[in-house]
């Protein structure tokens, strides 16, 4: 299914004109902070491929790699997709394209030989010592604009965010 971003955003005020028609209950300022993390998160994500292209990756495939960079012994695929929350179908994908690329290989599996695990190559580690500290320092600058307060208060409502995200998807039973 294709992705759809946002690339202009509505105002508060054009908000408040159109829940006017569409939904005269809404909570306006819950509708533009909503359209407003909506519009960062594509923004990032946009951004970020844009860096990680650079050097024929993905966001999803570094961060692969930053998880087996923490992970020295490797970890099975199935591991790898419960710790990133995705599915082994989008893992085995990722994995596919990393392992062509030569940044990370298969190896059996030292107690199960039916098994593998999933570990950086030299290669793979040398491209994550190398990119970690290009994309730290597009974060730092990225967050510069803020103060230790500011991104605390910031961290504080994300957290809040993360815990109450799961209601998005919740389904109202009649």
């Not at 604009?145 to 965010?161: A, N, P, R, T």
Request: proline residues 3%; contains cysteine.
């Amino acid at each position: 299914m294709a992705k759809l971003f946002f690339t202009e955003i509505p105002t508060y005020k054009e908000i408040q004109e159109s829940a006017k028609m569409l939904h005269p209950e809404l909570d306006h300022l819950t509708f533009y902070s909503h359209i407003l993390l909506r519009k960062i998160s594509t923004d990032l994500e946009v951004n970020l491929d844009k860096f990680f292209s650079q050097y024929n990756l993905s966001s999803g495939r570094f961060a692969l790699m930053l998880l087996l960079n923490r992970t020295p012994g490797g970890l099975m695929p199935s591991e790898i997709a419960q710790k990133v929350g995705v599915t082994q179908a989008t893992i085995s994908g990722l994995i596919n394209s990393l392992e062509k690329a030569e940044l990370v290989k298969r190896t059996t599996h030292e107690k199960d030989g039916r098994s593998f695990v999933i570990l950086l190559t030299e290669k793979g580690i040398q491209a994550c010592q190398e990119i970690a500290p290009l994309y730290h320092e597009r974060i730092s600058k990225f967050w510069s604009d803020f103060s230790v307060e500011e991104k605390q208060s910031i961290s504080s409502g994300m957290e809040k965010l993360i815990k109450s995200v799961g209601r998005l998807g919740q389904t109202e039973k009649a």
